[in-house]
């Protein structure tokens, strides 16, 4: 901000420089306005293009003032201009590392590789839940959205152990990966899978070939957009109605249709109590669609004899403010 106020400053010292001086060579040796401000641009720049016309004794004394107010006016131009560029690095350097601090203290975190068009549309996506991204991006043409979308990122190349470790994947939950190549993509998965044998790694898949060698290096899952969109659209044409319905659920654009899994908190008063004795569709108007089990069996459509279990993860529909009231009750403090 001052550096920023200096250069206005400049600019209307500028602009009174040149009123005051043609107005005193104009009352001095009777100018015309135009001869005036001539004369007082070419003396206060010091281009030496000689005078306009002959000047009195009065006039150069005159002169003297002018051109040491110009020399002070270019000197203070110049200080502020340093100081604009030295406070933004200083303010950017100041910037990056408070960044960089807060990312050394994140604990379960995700780390998305690549902001592109994918990247962009997954972050803001998950920002829609409380939780923490780092995104690591090497194209600087990408900054200006991240900036935009408030997303903390880490300008370097995903590929580099280094960026890696600085977005602090041994302590990351997740990593997702949609850098534009499956080759960088691979080698990503190899890396972060190294550096955490124990993270959860999802990544982008350009073509079927691309999904075995992701696996193969260690992803966890493997999505193809292409794929995906093209059995979206399938599916619009054949089942319209179901997924018209799931677009209100997972697109948040109605409050009273949203679908959520909630996990189960060992702690939980629900826990080994039977969906008809827990209260949940009386006390909060909500439907049990699933119940997905530790080791990854999914019980769907529960009898209401079913019994929720620490480590479950429920699938629930219903209003937003009525799911968070079941999420605190399953989940206390939100930790598993």
């Known amino acids: 901000m001052g550096s920023a106020r200096s250069l206005i400053t400049s600019f209307i010292m500028l602009i009174a420089i040149i009123f005051i001086g043609a107005y005193g060579y104009s009352f001095i040796e009777g100018w015309d306005y135009m001869d005036s401000v001539y004369m007082t641009v070419i003396t206060i720049a010091t281009v030496g293009y000689g005078e306009v016309h002959e000047v009195s004794r009065t006039g150069r004394i005159y002169t003297i003032f002018v051109i040491v107010g110009g020399v002070g006016f270019w000197v203070y131009v110049a200080g502020a201009a340093v100081q604009f560029m030295v406070e933004g690095r200083i303010m950017a350097i100041m910037g990056r590392r408070r960044v960089d601090k807060k990312i050394s203290r994140m604990k379960n975190h995700y780390i998305v590789c690549g902001y592109g068009r994918i990247g962009r549309v997954l972050c803001n996506n998950l920002k829609t839940k409380p939780i923490d991204i780092i995104v690591v991006e090497k194209d600087e043409s990408n900054i200006e959205s991240m900036n935009d979308d408030d997303i903390l990122f880490i300008m370097g190349d995903a590929t580099d152990d280094e960026n890696l470790i600085r ?25 972060a899978r190294q550096l955490n044998p124990n993270i959860h790694i999802i990544a982008r898949a350009g073509g079927v070939k691309a999904k075995s060698k992701l696996l193969a290096a260690g992803a966890d899952k493997v999505e193809s957009p292409y794929e995906m969109g093209a059995a979206s659209m399938a599916q619009r044409i054949l089942r319209p109605t179901v997924t018209s319905f799931l677009d209100f659920a997972f697109a948040r654009r109605r409050k009273d249709i949203q679908m959520e899994e909630i996990p189960v908190h060992s ?69 598993w």
């Open 167 to 191: 977005a602090g994947i041994k302590d990351a939950k997740g990593l997702v990966a949609v850098l534009a190549t499956d080759a960088d993509n691979v080698y990503v998965v190899l890396t």
């Open 267 to 335: 702690s939980s008063e629900l826990v080994n109590i039977m969906l008809k004795d827990s209260g949940i569709r009386q006390r909060f108007n909500l439907i049990i669609i699933a119940i997905k089990k530790p080791d990854g069996t999914m019980l769907f459509n529960p009898s209401f004899e079913a019994t929720i279990h620490g480590g479950d993860t429920v699938i629930a529909v219903g209003e937003e403010k009525n799911l968070q009231k079941l999420e605190k009750l399953l989940n206390p403090g939100g930790t």
